[in-house]
């Protein structure tokens, strides 16, 4: 896909490595949920190729859930003051739950959504994440399944977004602004 202007898009992640670390991690938590009734629940709206791509490697009869937060800019965000815009349409009670995410990077999202979650009356909460920026964590949020560790860099494509573009790219790029 053509960058836009003023942008140029860095291989960071190609669509074959991503594909291949998903289908390790399917395998994992297959076997970690061996009859144990499993919800996955995706954090939109990041998430979305990342969790229809993952389920197909989980060989188990789990079901699917989604939620979405607010983002009133990056001033709430960076508080930690996040505001649910979609809630869970199932109750989790008696299920084993799987947080599934694009990028944990100040772990602010996911530390809320680990809280609120665990408060729901689940077995057990866990969380899986594709992408984890270590160096700008702000809180600490356990990440039981990862599949890449990046650089401090900020990254587009599947899944992720500037301003709604790139979502569609099969790779994970590092966003380069030519324009500066
Ligand atoms: O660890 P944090 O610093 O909280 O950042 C991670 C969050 O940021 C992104 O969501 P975004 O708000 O861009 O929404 P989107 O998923 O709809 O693109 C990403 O999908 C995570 O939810
Ligand atoms: N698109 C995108 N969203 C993010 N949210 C937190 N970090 C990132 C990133 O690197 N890229």
Do not use: W
């Amino acid at each position: 896909m053509q960058a836009a202007q003023g942008e140029r898009l860095e291989v960071l992640l190609s669509a074959q490595q991503i594909a291949s670390r998903i289908q390790n991690l399917g395998k994992r938590i297959t076997l970690d949920y061996q009859n144990k009734p499993l919800i996955l629940i995706g954090i939109l709206k990041g998430s979305f190729i990342f969790l229809a791509d993952l389920v197909r490697y989980i060989d188990l009869p789990i079901s699917v859930d989604f939620m979405a937060l607010s983002s009133y800019g990056s001033s709430t965000k960076s508080s930690g003051v996040v505001r649910i815009i979609k809630d869970l349409d199932h109750s989790i009670e008696g299920h084993h739950v799987l947080v599934v995410e694009d990028i944990v990077d100040t772990g602010l999202t996911l530390n809320y959504i680990y809280g609120h979650v665990k408060s729901r009356g689940a077995l057990s909460v866990k969380i899986c994440s594709l992408l984890d920026k270590p160096d700008r964590r702000q809180v600490a949020v356990p990440l039981h399944y990862k599949g890449f560790e990046i650089p401090d860099e900020f990254v587009v494509g599947y899944g992720l977004d500037v301003g709604e573009r790139y979502r569609n790219l099969p790779d994970v790029c590092k966003l380069v602004r030519t324009d500066a």
